[in-house]
């Protein structure tokens, strides 16, 4: 499936071992002897690959499919075609990810320092951390275990970084105290000061940004993405949240846990997200708006107004979405009315 | 106040002092003597700490605030609770980011070329500049004085930078002619070429894009944000402007004296803006459009065709805010009679 | 016309040379053997200058203007003033294009490799190639023939790029196979993970991506712009394609030819764009959606459902562009109708 150039494949595997991994069940035991030899997309599979379906659209595709194995929902395990052996899976999606992981882990982390890299003398790094040619690491910072520093990235003085992170090119972490597996992308900045002004006599003043950013346990934020710390006490992204490219996070907002941020959104300072709050891309947020747990926002809505916990919103300014979506059609209809 | 990994805090100071710095005034003579240790919020500020407060929804946070010291405008002095010191001042917002720059001023730099800079022979660096690893410097370019040029930062060939700037990581400025006290967050691209394109018979053709961008002084511009240089001409940003993270600004846009430009705006090329012009996050600009001075352009609003000068818009495309307003609530009104 | 700080200039030319060099047509044969030695705007030009015009509404600029020599179109060639030599031409920005080209030419790579790069042994480098400070080069990569890779951009392992290309500064590329003459501003990001979420019982999941990002010849990227790479299978941006600042591209995204995308635009995951599809600045498109041939989308608009070739739509959600209009009025009218 994936080119060798850019990716390595373990394996063959036997099926039985796959369905282990995925904790999925074989429908006909006597294919856990099969050998399978990658994950594939269940277009392109053949006999010696893995794929995977979900949905009701999928039953042609799934018919006409000629991979070796196939994990499949319990209401679509009739729909295979014969010869395909079958894995059954209430979260069939899941356990094709475990398994491509299982095809294609993580390559592992090279421990070493490069020679052009600068670390501070007084920095403390954790065993088996590994620091990219020309990575900055100032004084005081202190990197975990297993941790990676790409290429040229910057983590200033005094920056915390948990266990078995992976730290992308060219990011810049300042004012930062951050936990385990965390994963950038290239180009993110983390803890600049943030945009807060006050006019004066001679101009516009920036107040003095006396916080920090914290960030918990598997957080994993997009290229290009930009976090400013707090003003007075800190911006916070809680364990779990998941954040896409080129998002901008003001000062002091508040993530709670496994938030979904997709590209492009743009939160103003002091906004405060529950659990598992979700935003679609280009999303805006004005400042202080408090989003309950499990919001949903759609696409590049603007929310001016704090939304109640389980709440979905939608449009500009921000409505319920079942009133943006009659404010869409009545639209529509006048516009028809007028119209040619 | 602040994470001493981070932040140095000065002091304590005499409140005397901090009310000269801050241009407040003492309503008790003899609390000049008190010592004060640091600035805090108005909720977390302790006997030794001095906050300030604005606003008429304050008064019961301030009522029961612990401050040793808190600043307030005339109208809340008598809200505050006893054994509290009060500073009178007109403006306690920007008193209090004075103190606090009192108590936490900007690290000083520390001048010298790091021994992994890269520095061309025939750049001219003034006085007491600071270049850090991996910063790259090209032939002819000129650093002011007492500028800070960050880690890995790129400054072309012939580029002019002013005095006392900060150039953040992984800044890269070409085509360009700054003044002083710059202050770029990290990521910054200055001066690629716009995106002017000519339809050809081989495909669409780039312009030759021969301008520069032109910074005036005391501009701060925020994370991963790019301006391009100009076609014919220059981009021009004057003095005092203050940019969030990710803002893009097309080539040849004019911005007038400290205007404030928040998150995500994009400006299409050839826009002008008047001095003191405010847009709101994800703003959109059309090519050639002009804002009049002191214009005020709400959060994502699409600008389509000139604003007055003090006029303020909204929506998109963006029409006078009163109209805006108007429109959002007929449609709401609208949908609502049709729905459940 | 330009700053010679930034840019150096060819020339002068004799206008008989600018004329085949812009494929345009003296009016009068005789004026061929005067000398030109600039591009200028009409506004600005002199004697010694070649400008060019365009549109109506130009008559009274190109009426005053003092230029040497000016481009024209064949129905603006009689309001020229007498004395400024004319050259005819069907599309006289294309030919000021050429000619500004002339007199100034993208600067020449210097090859080699500076001492401060980090290159893999068994980089595949091609003649002439330039790796400027701090760049980095991984295993196996290939870097084709007059290729420049900017100061510290980060080449991953076994990404090949083609000839004459121009990899700006902090430019991070892995899994991806790069055509000849690619042109990146400062700070793209091309190839980290999409954003493929599955959630698990311990939490968010990112399936493994095991796509590549392909890009064709001659496509531009503008700055700080992100393109992950494929989850499986490949994002695919095609020859000739012209991306502004700050884009997202999200995983497996296919662009046919010669697509022009404006800044700040954001495309979900495995939309298509038809060969020549224009989208203006901060579209978003929602994932899946497919543009035809020729699409045209308006600045800021909202894609949720597939767009016909040759289609014009504008708005969120995104509707045909006519009925886009109307909406527009029929609000503005309701609105009126209620106002002051």
New interface residues.
């Given amino acids: ?3 060798p ?3 390595q494949r373990a394996g063959p595997f036997l099926l039985q071992r796959l369905a282990e991994c995925g904790d999925a069940k074989l429908a006909n035991p006597a294919d856990g002897a099969r050998r399978i030899a990658d ?3 269940l277009e392109a599979a053949g006999p010696e690959d893995i794929a995977y379906a979900e949905g009701k659209r999928v039953a042609p595709l799934l018919a006409a499919c000629r991979a070796g194995a196939v994990l499949l929902p319990p209401d679509l395990v009739t729909a295979a075609p014969p010869g395909c052996a079958i894995l059954s899976s209430a ?1 069939p ?2 356990a ?3 398994i ?2 299982l095809f ?1 882990a993580e390559p592992a982390v090279e421990p070493g320092i ?1 020679p ?1 890299a ?1 670390v501070a003398a007084d920095a403390k790094l954790g065993a088996d951390v590994s620091i ?3 990575a ?1 690491i100032g004084g ?1 910072a202190e990197i975990g275990a297993g941790t990676r520093i ?3 990235a ?1 983590i200033e ?2 920056v ?1 970084i948990g266990r078995d992170g992976r730290i ?3 990011c ?1 972490i ?2 930062a105290v951050i936990g385990d597996r965390i994963l950038l ?3 993110v ?1 983390i803890g ?2 943030g ?1 807060g ?4 006599p001679e ?6 940004q ?3 950013v914290v960030i918990g346990n ?1 957080v ?1 934020i ?5 976090i ?1 710390r707090g003003a ?2 800190d911006t916070v992204i809680s ?2 949240c ?1 954040i ?3 998002v ?1 996070i ?1 000062h002091n907002v508040r993530l709670g846990r ?1 938030c ?1 941020i ?3 959104v ?1 939160m ?1 300072g002091s906004c405060v997200l529950g659990d598992y709050a979700q935003l679609g ?2 999303v ?1 947020l ?1 400042d202080h708006v408090t989003l309950g747990r499990d919001t949903r926002v759609m ?2 809505s ?1 929310v001016l107004r704090d939304v109640e916990p389980g709440g979905a919103v939608g ?3 921000a ?1 319920p979405i ?2 943006h979506h ?3 059609a ?3 209809r ?3 009315r ?3």
Same sequence: chains 1, 2, 3.
């Fill in positions: 499936m994936a080119d150039r850019f990716f994950v594939q997309s979260t999606a899941l094709f990810a475990r491509a992981g294609y490069h052009s600068t990219a040619p020309g900055v005081g790409g290429p040229h910057v003085a005094g915390v992308g090119a060219h810049s300042s004012h992308a290239p180009g900045s600049q000061p945009f002004l006050v006019a004066g101009g516009l003043l920036r107040r003095p006396l916080g920090r598997d994993e997009g290229a290009n993405s930009a400013d007075a006490g364990d779990g998941k896409d490219n080129l901008h003001g496994s979904i997709a590209g492009q743009g103003s891309g280009q805006g004005s696409a590049q603007g449009g500009t300014p409505v079942r009133q009659r404010q869409v009545i639209l529509a006048l516009a028809k007028k119209g040619d």
